[in-house]
């Protein structure tokens, strides 16, 4: 193979988008804009919340700031590329950016799969062990855990990236995707990618097959465990505190299995529809999902209601 023709770090891929269909880019710049102004509004607050008051100072909410801090970056990584590549009608990213950009949304997701089970384990805990959860979620053994989460998805995408930027790519640099999305760039590759593939396989079943067996099964314990409460004042409250992030976890682990669980459609005009719904359900994956959590966590949590509303009569910040 000529040397020429494979990449190098002056190489700049194309990001096709919505190109293929104008009229929808002038839309969904508005809606991806708005969305990402309330992601940063509404995880920006919770995170200051769950700083300021004394109240939340508990390993729950702790975790809940982590995954708000998880959210902006993950955002952060790629709705502003999103939002340029609906201003702009051929819409190039170096090889380098793209390597970063690809770094950062594979981390910020992994990180987020095992940082919900992390939250997980502490419900389990605050629910069918609660005399000895001041013991087991002390702060030696939570804010490690939370470190934990970030260093394996940081870790993980460090090898996938390495290894996805280290093939040839000739000819073809289109990427039909609105980001740097690994397996988008996988496509390109002009090499045998069978080493990516199974490093992805054993990636997914680490930080997601596991950490979805791990929190079904706990919720099977704690879901018995609360049944057995027998005053129904002490089961709506036990469910109350797990509700919230039930939600976020069924949104987040069940937008990914559709995403990529679902068949493909082998007729050509059918896989152009199922190619725009595809990226369609990638950006409701990508920006809506991190805006529901604050609204999940603010609308279905007293503490953080209360929290809030004291902040503000207080004046601790500004609007």
């Given at each position: ?36 102004l ?9 995170i ?89 979620m ?76 791990f ?8 879901i018995?465990?609360?049944l ?52 369609i ?39």
């Amino acid at each position: 193979m000529d040397r020429s023709n494979q990449t190098s770090p002056l190489v700049r891929f194309i990001l096709l988008g919505l190109s293929a269909h104008p009229k929808l880019e002038k839309t969904f710049f508005v809606l991806i804009l708005l969305t990402y102004l309330v992601i940063l509004l509404g995880n920006g607050l919770l995170i200051l919340v769950t700083i300021l008051d004394p109240c939340l100072h508990t390993p729950m909410y702790f975790f809940l700031g982590n995954l708000s801090f998880l959210d902006i970056c993950y955002t952060t990584s790629s709705v502003p590329l999103i939002l340029d590549s609906f201003l702009t009608p051929r819409k190039t990213i170096p090889f380098s950016a793209c390597a970063v950009q690809m770094f950062l949304s594979f981390a910020m997701g992994a990180t987020e799969c095992v940082l919900l089970g992390m939250m997980t384990f502490d419900r389990y805990v605050a629910i069918c062990n609660p005399l000895r959860y001041p013991e087991v979620m002390s702060k030696a053994v939570y804010v490690p855990m939370a470190a934990g989460s970030w260093a394996a998805g940081s870790t993980s995408a460090v090898v996938q990236t390495s290894l996805a930027m280290q093939l040839p790519f000739c000819g073809n640099n289109v990427i039909n995707h609105f980001t740097c999305e690994i397996l988008a760039v996988l496509k390109l590759a002009c090499a045998d990618i069978s080493i990516n593939i199974i490093s992805m396989v054993m990636a997914n079943v680490i930080l997601l097959g596991i950490p979805v067996l791990f929190i079904f099964f706990s919720y099977v314990f704690i879901i018995a465990t609360i049944l057995k409460t027998p005053s129904a004042e002490g089961r709506k409250k036990a469910f109350s505190t797990c509700s919230a992030h039930l939600t976020v976890v069924f949104i987040f682990y069940g937008t990914i299995l559709f995403m990529y669980g679902k068949p493909k459609s082998k007729d050509p005009l059918g896989a152009d529809k199922q190619d725009l719904a595809d990226k369609i359900i990638s950006l409701f994956y990508g920006v809506v999902t991190p805006m529901l959590n604050p609204i999940i966590y603010s609308l279905r949590n007293t503490d953080v209601k209360a929290a809030v509303r004291n902040l503000v009569s207080q004046k601790r910040f500004t609007w």
